[in-house]
Structures are given as C-alpha cells and as structure tokens.
C-alpha cells in the first residue's frame, strides 16, 4: 500500500523549464501546482478529521443523557440504533480517515514531495552561471538547496493541518453549540475574536523575526562550511583562533536573531493560554447558570466543555504550528536569493548543439569587461585556424584566461561575437559547447569519487580499459594502481577525497589531463597543464600533448614558456590586447615583450641553462 502511494510523484521528472519566479506565493505556485491534488486531498481529509473530532463531545453529552434517564433499560433499548452509529464512527470511520491522512503525510508529503522540490531547486541552481556562484559561498547555497524545500512543504502542510483543521473545528463546534443554546456560543465567538486580534499583533513580528533568524543561520552555516572546505590553508597558517572569532561573530548573531524570535513566541503562547483560560471559565459560567435555570441538560454542558476544551488545546498546537509557519517562510524567502536568483546565461529559445567539422574559432571585434570593473576586451579579433595549436602568453591580468571563459561561454560577451566553424556561440546549446571543448584548467578540480569516475567525467559510458589508457597518456597509471583508500578500495576504485586533497599538485594535474584525453573533443584548452609538473614529467607529458593535438585545434596557456616552444603559433597578449605573434623563433628574434618574458625566465634558471635561454640555437629554437 505505501509503495502504490509513493509511487504517486515522481520525484526526478524533468522539471519546468520557466526558471523560480521572485514572488514569494509565485514561488508556491509553481513548486506546488503538480501536486495540487494531493493538497486537495488532504485538506478534504483533515476537514473530516476536524469534523470528527468535534463530534466526540456530541457523542460523550449523548452518553451523559442516555445514563440520566429514569427509564435506564428503556433508553438504552431507543438508543442502540444511535450507539451503533457511534461505534462505526468513532472505530471504523475516524480511524480510516485518520490512516488516509497519515499516509498522504508520512508516505507521500514528506518525503517524495520535499524530494520533489529539493531536484528541480538543484536542477536549476547547477544551471546558473558561474559567476552566481563566484558571488556566493558554496556552503551557504547548499544550505538553502536543502532547507528551502523542506521548509516550503512544512508551512503548506502546518497551514492545513493546523489553521484549517482548527477552522473546520471551530466552526463546525459553533454549530453545535447554537443547536443546544445560542448563548453557548457566545464565548467561542469572542475567543475567535481575541484569536484574531493576537494574530494581527504578533504574526507580523513573528515574520520579521523569523526572517532574520533564518538568514542569521544560512550566514553561520555559510561561514562553518567555509572553513571546513579550507581547513588545510587553516591548518599551515594557524589561523585555529581567526575562524574561531568568525564564527563566533556569526554564531552570536545567530544566537541573538533566535532569542529575539522565541521571546516573540513566549508572549505569543502566554497570551493564547490566558485566552484559553478566559474561554473555558466563561463557557463553563454560561453552561451551569443555562442548567441552574433549566434551559439546557447536562447532555448539552457535558458537549460544551469538552468542545470547549479541545479548541483550547488544539488553539496552542495551532499557535505553535503559526510560528512555525512564519518560521518556514522566512527561511524560504532566504532560499528564494539563491534559488530565484536570475539566470542571465541561458540558451537562446532556439538555440541548436554544435557541430564541430574543422575546428576555426574566431574572435570578432570582442567587448567584454566584468561587472563593476573596466573592460578587458575593447575591439578584440582573432582568428585560430582548424587543427592549429596555439600557445597564449602574458603578463597577470592581460585576459589570458578571460579570452578561455569566454570561449567557454563561462560569461557573455558585451559586444561582437565568438565563432567555431562559422556558429555564434550564444546561438548554439551551452551543453554541447562544453562538449566539444577538453579543458584542463591550472586549478584542478576533481570530485569526491572515485579516480575511475573522476577520469571519466566527460566520457560517462568509456571502458575501463579506455580510461587505463589515458591515465598511461597522462603519466597517472603507475600512481594511480599504489593508491588505496580508508576504506580499503585500490586504484581506480579509491576515493581522491574532496576537490582531491588526498593527492599531490602534480597528481591530480595529470587526472586532469587524462580527463581530457579520455573526452577526446575536437577542441582542446590547456590552462597551465604542467605547473605542477617536474621538469621530467612534464617532458614525458609534453609529447602526449603534441600527438593529442594533431588533427584537433588546441589553446594552450602557459607562463612557463618552454610548454610553448613547439606551438605553431604562440599569441602575445597585454592588457587585452594581442601584441605579438609567430613561433617561438620569430618571436624571441623579434625582442619584444616575449624575448622579455623570455629572458626574465632565464635569470630564474641555473646558468648552465643561460645559455640556452638567451641565445638558442636556430634549430632549438625553431623546434
């Protein structure tokens, strides 16, 4: 039975492409439409529930006149029909109901629901642009990828459980109390005013306080996170006591924002206990002074009370639940930064997958600056011919990596265009951009899975044995077959840790290139793809590289300049500008800004190898 209910969402459907709108009941609508049946379903179930539940005191004042009869067997014979009644009310109806209700929660609500709205919020997040989460911490976006949903479905099931059912009880308890005596009532009316006017006076607050106090929790979560992800940096500087005070600084925050919030609460209860109480004295007045005066039968005060009684108690439940409601908006109004945040990095309505045939890229009167900063691009062309590798090199800060990202499409640019085979890239999908693009990238990043999963993060379906075979390309076989992890996994089994950290600089530069090798994509991007690397293994790698290239066009970008030496063509960039170009040879003849890089590497080297710097030999040079 649990499995068919279950079943009634599918919790990883595609989800809707209309990016999270900003508003917060728009918010609502559009994770909760595809399961407005369900919500249907619930609030006819807890109408039925409240319903029954108001009933019980009208059975219990039944039994109360039945056992005040003179005429015991007499009345209890004209009551069996009734009696009956009440038994397949309260023990076969009221329990049904009841389950019906428990398993939507328990069974559909909580888990698949909340799953439901936590992947489309992941869904759309991992689509946002990189920038978006340059500008945040990573920590903090996780904690509102997994709160959020939870708290969205906590205040939409709180408000149905809880306001609805008390609404159903009220009024379906005032009903009953008029069929005895008007002036019954009474009381209800007003603690339904007194309800109201406490509402009014503190949901407001309660809102304002909640948000606070969910924005100072996701700021400690972000702040813990970040410097759990940095923990080695914090570690070899002995800055133990700087992320001590950090977090303390956010954890008081947060410490106060939630003692703000509860005391709020306290006045809240208190006042709604103090109203209960008035509730119960007054009915319990009217009810005895209606009896003393022979207007109502014990039947009917023995209803009242109860009735009374379960309003007042369920009355703290539902304050309870109200403060919880609020609570939750507030931390789905912290979520909606993230998850609402605009994508201004989407594909074109009609964009279509690239087709990738010769491999010619070209720049065309490029603008591009980030935001809040001066441009790096003003007018910026170039053209790389299909198969050519090229080498790129400059000072810090000349745009070497921006003119990547944007090949990439990791940004737009502001103005011209970037062309592959003739295809504006804005008008292709971004995914199969990426695809047709190998990058290593100087700061490797690897994920906290396998090395066999790591290697084959751009060819999902290769074989192991094809995997293997780029890992000897890279230089990463041998180490990779000593490896072993805590728990026992060996080789491409083990686990390199979060962002790697289980592994050398050098290591995990080499996964990266094997990664890339594996990909096999007509286009290949090395960002500093030997820094890490000994003089001997870059060598070894180095001429991988140079076999990989052929038939492919590469970028390759270096500040050691002997990764360029063989590049058909080496690209000379300074403050966003192309300067010089040509080979190696031509450039170092030349004596520009390359010979100038050139030589300042020299001076770095032993001077046995000055020579070679300064003055190679036509054909070194020419290699």
Not at 397 to 414: E, P, Q
Not at 584 to 601: I, N, T, V
Request: hydrophobic share 50%; with cysteine.
């Amino acid at each position: 039975m649990f499995e068919r209910f279950e079943k009634l969402v599918d919790v990883t459907a595609p989800p809707p492409r209309e990016q999270p709108p900003a508003s917060l009941r728009a918010l609502y609508r559009y994770f909760l439409a595809e399961h407005k049946r369900l919500f249907l379903a619930l609030m006819v179930i807890g109408s039925g529930v409240a319903v029954a539940d108001a009933m019980v005191p009208v059975f219990i004042g039944k039994i109360v006149t039945l056992v005040a009869a003179p005429d015991r067997q007499a009345a209890f014979t004209e009551a069996i029909p009734m009696l009956w009644a009440m038994a397949g009310f309260i023990l076969l109806l009221r329990p049904l109901l009841l389950l019906l209700d428990l398993v939507l929660r328990n069974n559909l609500l909580v888990p698949r629901v909340t799953s439901r709205i936590r992947w489309v919020s992941h869904w759309h997040l991992i689509r946002k642009p990189w920038s978006f989460f340059q500008n945040d911490q990573a920590g903090r976006i996780a904690s509102r990828v997994m709160h959020m949903p939870g708290a969205l479905r906590e205040s939409v099931e709180a408000a149905i459980r809880a306001v609805w059912y008390i609404a159903i009880y009220g009024g379906t308890s005032l009903l009953l109390l008029c069929q005895a005596d008007w002036r019954l009532a009474l009381p209800v009316l007003a603690w339904f005013l007194g309800y109201g006017l406490l509402l009014r006076h503190f949901v407001p607050r309660l809102r304002l306080r909640a948000r606070g106090n969910a924005e100072a929790y996701s700021t400690l979560m972000g702040r813990i996170v970040d410097s759990y992800s940095n923990i080695l940096m914090v570690k070899l500087f002995g800055r133990q006591e700087n992320e001590d005070a950090y977090a303390r600084e956010a954890l008081e925050a947060h410490d106060l924002a939630q003692r703000r919030h509860m005391r709020l609460i306290t006045a809240f209860v208190f006042g709604l206990a103090l109203l209960n109480t008035a509730l119960m004295a007054v009915t319990t007045g009217i009810g005895v002074n209606l009896w003393l005066q022979g207007l109502v039968g014990a039947g009917a005060l023995a209803m009242a009370l109860p009735l009374c009684w379960q309003m007042a108690s369920t009355a703290g439940w539902v304050a309870w639940e109200i403060s919880g409601i609020f609570e939750n908006v507030a931390a789905v109004q912290d979520g909606m930064e993230s998850i609402c945040a605009p994508n201004r990095l989407l594909d074109e309505p009609q964009a279509q997958p690239l087709a990738v045939t010769r491999g010619e890229i070209r720049f065309e009167a490029v603008r591009f600056g980030y935001e809040g900063r001066a441009e790096v691009f003003n007018g910026f062309d170039l053209t790389i011919r299909p198969g050519e590798q090229v080498g790129i090199v400059g000072r810090s800060g000349a745009g070497k990596s921006t003119l990547v990202y944007l090949l990439l499409r990791l940004f737009d640019v502001n103005g011209g265009r970037i062309l592959i085979d003739g295809q504006d890239t804005r008008a292709v999908t971004q995914e199969s951009l990426r695809a047709a693009i190998g990058v290593v990238t100087q700061d490797v990043t690897l994920m906290h899975r396998s090395i066999l999963d790591n290697i084959r993060y751009g060819q999902p379906e290769a074989a192991p044995a094809d995997v293997a075979c780029a890992a000897r390309q890279a230089q990463a076989d041998e180490f990779i077959r000593q490896l072993r992890d805590e728990q026992g996994r060996e080789g491409y089994a083990a686990i390199v840790g979060e962002r790697g950290v289980k592994l050398s600089g050098g290591q995990r530069q080499r996964l990266a290139m094997a990664r890339a090798i594996l990909k096999d994509a007509p286009i290949m991007i090395m960002d500093e793809p030997t820094a890490a690397l000994d003089s001997e293994a870059e060598q070894a790698i180095q001429r991988e590289l140079q076999a990989l290239g052929r038939g492919r066009t590469m970028i390759t970008i270096a500040h050691r300049l002997s990764t360029l030496m063989r590049m058909d063509r080496i690209l000379v960039m300074d403050a966003g500008r192309l300067v010089e170009q040509g080979t190696h040879a031509e450039l170092l003849a030349r004596g520009g800004l390359y010979a100038s890089l050139w030589r300042h590497q020299a001076d770095a080297l032993e001077p046995e190898a000055h020579s070679l710097f300064r003055n190679p030999e036509p054909e070194q040079a020419a290699a």
